[in-house]
């Protein structure tokens, strides 16, 4: 036997270190292949050695997230049903096969099943609305107004024949219990608007401010809207809607119809002298005229003024022949109202006492100057 013959290898077989090469390239391959490692990254010198074979390409496959489009399926098909909100940053929209018809009106719906077609696309808006069953409209659904209903006078007040006076200022003095003050009343009409204010005050202390404003109509003054601002207490308001046909006020929900020639606890004092203007004839003893009036704290009631013919009376300015016309209360709490008119002064007010049931005393405002202007 030759000793060389040991050496020599079968032909055909190659070394083992190349059949160990070869075994560790291979599974390198396959363990790249599994990882998503690009081949670049074997430089092993037995790789190096070995003829380049074709490139092979490896490919990341990104499977679909599972939950978002499970999460956007169950968001489409619950939300039309619960009438929850979505927020502006809206899911993508998600085609939904359906097996089954679904109702968007959900369980109350009294409509026709229609038929299992698959949901297209549908905008992020379609997601937002609120779907309302056809026996259930909307405006069904909310509440009606909480309103009373119009308070209508237990009688029908007549209109009368009216002549407005021009702009006057009257200053009064100003008596309650045994105190004393100053008063004005000034009015001014101009374009077809008017403003009437009325201010008292005792021993400096401002104790009463009404304001009445509007404007002119067939039955002569029609206010707008009147303030009243008492002594230590807030300001109240009552707005005659004259649009709507009613009497609001700022303080009590009570709704009053707003009649022909209706007036406020302030404007009546000029509305009076108009109307006896208007028909003299109503200022002789015995005439009646009837006022309906609304003060700013939800008391509106008819005020049958009642004439007592002519009275002289007794003023800082001097004896003075007026007319008196009384407001006789209806109840223990309600306003008595005197007024003494100057015929000579457009039956303006040169004297008013009124006194209130629940008050400590009658509030009486007697003429000290009166000033007029065309």
């Not at 032909?11 to 090469?21: D, E, F, H, I, S």
């Not at 003050?181 to 000034?186: D, I, M, N, V």
């Not at 004439?307 to 007026?322: F, K, M, N, V």
Request: proline share 11%; glycine share 8%.
């Amino acid at each position: 036997m030759h000793p060389e013959s040991s050496a020599t290898l079968p032909r055909g077989r190659p070394p083992a270190r190349v059949l160990l090469a070869l075994t560790l390239i291979a599974a390198a391959v396959h363990g790249c292949v599994l990882d998503g490692v690009p081949l670049g990254g074997l430089q092993t010198p037995a790789y190096a050695a070995l003829p380049i074979a074709t490139p092979v390409q490896v490919r990341q496959i990104a499977l679909p997230a599972v939950e978002p489009v499970r999460a956007a399926l169950v968001d489409t098909l619950i939300e039309p049903t619960t009438a929850q909100p979505v927020p502006k940053k809206a899911r993508p929209a998600v085609r939904v096969a359906s097996t089954a018809p679904v109702s968007a009106a959900g369980p109350s719906s009294t409509g026709p099943a229609e038929p299992a077609t698959p949901a297209q696309a549908l905008p992020v808006e379609a997601t937002q609305a609120t779907v309302t069953p056809p026996s259930a409209p909307v405006a069904a659904s909310t509440a009606a107004p909480d309103s009373p209903s119009l308070r209508q006078p237990e009688r029908p007040v007549p209109v009368y024949k009216t002549r407005i006076p021009p702009v006057t200022t009257i200053e009064y003095e100003i008596r309650r219990g045994g105190l004393s003050g100053t008063g004005e009343l000034s009015w001014r009409p101009v374009n077809g608007h008017y403003e009437a204010r009325l201010e008292a005050s005792i021993a400096g202390f401002t104790l009463l401010t009404q304001i009445s404003q509007g404007g002119f109509d067939t039955a002569g003054l029609a206010p707008t809207r009147f303030t009243d601002q008492r002594a230590r207490k807030a300001a109240r308001a009552a707005n005659f809607q004259r649009e709507a046909g009613k009497i609001t006020f700022s303080g009590p929900r009570d709704e009053y119809a707003l009649a022909a020639g209706s007036q406020d606890r302030l404007s009546w004092m000029i509305q009076l002298p108009a109307v006896l203007a208007g028909e003299p004839k109503l200022a002789a003893a015995g005439g009646d005229v009837v006022l309906y009036i609304a003060g700013a704290r939800g008391d509106v009631d008819i005020w049958d003024l009642h004439s007592s013919g002519a009275e002289t009376i007794d003023t800082p300015s001097g004896a003075l022949q007026t007319v008196k016309f009384t407001r006789t209360p209806r109840s223990a709490r309600d306003t008595l109202a005197e007024v003494w008119l100057d015929p000579k002064r457009h039956y303006l007010p040169v004297r008013a006492r009124l006194t209130q049931g629940d008050s400590d005393g009658a509030l009486d405002l007697v003429l000290r100057e009166l000033h007029t202007r065309p």
